[in-house]
């Protein structure tokens, strides 16, 4: 059995993705999505979004991949479902509460409006999503993969007598991936006004299963210190990234669908999902396999800043449309009529400011409730102390 693995470079991993996120935004409010070849790559950051999803497959689902592995008993679902209600709710419900009385934009907002953005809710009404509020989709999607993880995974498992079988995780994980990929392709052709349900959780369960693919055969390679092909490819981390840099490319041209916000075709949104399912998974594969310090990428992932820039980004993501809205307003810049990266700029700088400030004087506080007493027993955790997910 070796030893367990600290994952140093995903909080790295995490804070691209918000950047990615914030990018593609700004991108789209100042008009650069759609200037030439840097425009078509632009529109495609919202890419961070798949980085995301797979990171909470693999970090929510691997402690109870390892208890399988090890027959140990897996974390309790009331602590997990606890530390994750305490992550993300305090900021959210703030963010949500300044956007809905400070930005003008929504100020007609009727109460069950109002209602659906605290509870996660709005995508399931078709009703045009808050100002400010727009990139919560994806957050509201993650919340309901939150809920449903542990009864995904007992589907992915079987039997808890036959321990952690890798073939049968893997089948049923192909299963439901094939599944989700059909739906996004349906249901990306109904126009966003009429109902979000491109933005369901069945439609990016190929992301997250992808994460929880991973973690199962990490547990099982910590385990058995089995030499899997997993690990091999991942020492070979510039081969993977030039695969996953290539379909991402891919899914920059127009057979992945228009870079507005316009109704792809069943085959555009079905292949732009499979293609950022194959550039996530490479992405991610070596920086959750093979060494985890060795070599200059992985030095530099697990350094201090990439790693504080982690930390922080669930405050960059949430508050990030927020501040973009303000910036225009303040620069009295209209929307569309581009200057990009000065709008970037300014969007970043307070965006991390607040994010930061956000961090260590409100959610790392709350955090230290995770493990109170009356929550999580004298039960042990299996998590990896470092691996955490925002």
């Given amino acids: 059995m070796r030893a367990d693995r600290t994952f140093p470079t995903l909080n790295a991993l995490r804070a691209i993705g918000a950047l990615m996120v914030v990018g593609t935004h700004a991108a789209f409010n100042t008009g650069q999505i759609t200037r030439g070849w840097s425009g078509a790559v632009l529109s495609r950051l919202d890419f961070g979004v798949t980085l995301f999803f797979i990171l909470s497959g693999f970090l929510l689902s691997r402690p109870i991949m390892l208890a399988r592995a090890r027959g ?13 209600a305490l992550r993300i709710l305090p900021l959210y419900w703030v963010v949500v509460l300044v956007a809905m009385f400070f930005d003008p934009a929504n100020s007609k907002i009727t109460t069950a409006n109002w209602i659906r953005h605290l509870t996660f809710t709005q995508l399931y009404a078709p009703k045009v999503l808050a100002s400010s509020l727009t990139q919560m989709w994806s957050l509201a999607t993650e919340v309901a993969f939150y809920i449903l993880m542990p009864l995904i995974v007992a589907f992915l498992l079987g039997r808890k007598d036959a321990g952690l079988h890798l073939p049968t995780v893997i089948k049923r994980s192909t299963a439901l991936g094939v599944a989700g990929l059909t739906w996004q392709a349906i249901t990306a052709t109904i126009p966003g006004r009429e109902g979000h349900f491109a933005q369901w959780l069945p439609g990016f369960l190929p992301w997250f299963l992808v994460g929880i693919v991973f973690a199962a055969v990490s547990a099982h390679i910590t385990v058995t210190g089995e030499d899997h092909l997993f690990e091999r490819l991942a020492h070979d981390l510039t081969g ?49 396999f093979g060494p985890e310090r060795e070599g200059r990428v992985r030095r530099s992932l697990s350094g201090t800043i990439p790693f504080w820039f982690g930390e922080i980004s669930y405050g960059i ?12 307003r303040a620069t009295k810049i209209d929307i569309f009529t581009g200057h990009y990266l000065y709008i970037l700029f300014l969007t970043l700088v307070v965006t991390t400011v607040v994010a930061a400030l956000s961090f260590h004087l409100m959610e790392k506080p709350i955090m230290r409730w995770k493990n109170a007493t009356w929550v999580v027993g004298a039960r042990e955790e299996t998590a990896p102390k470092t691996a955490k997910v925002n």
């Fill in 72 to 84: 140990t008993q897996a974390p309790a679902v009331g602590h997990y479902l606890w530390k994750r």
């Fill in 240 to 288: 993977c990234w030039i695969v996953a840099t290539a379909t991402f490319a891919i899914a920059c041209s127009p057979i992945a669908g228009p870079r507005l916000l316009l109704v792809p075709g069943a085959w555009e949104a079905g292949l732009k999902a499979l293609l950022y399912t194959v550039a996530g998974a490479f992405f991610v594969l070596p920086l959750v």
């Fill in 317 to 328: 993501f949430a508050i990030h449309m927020f501040v973009l809205n303000m910036v225009f």
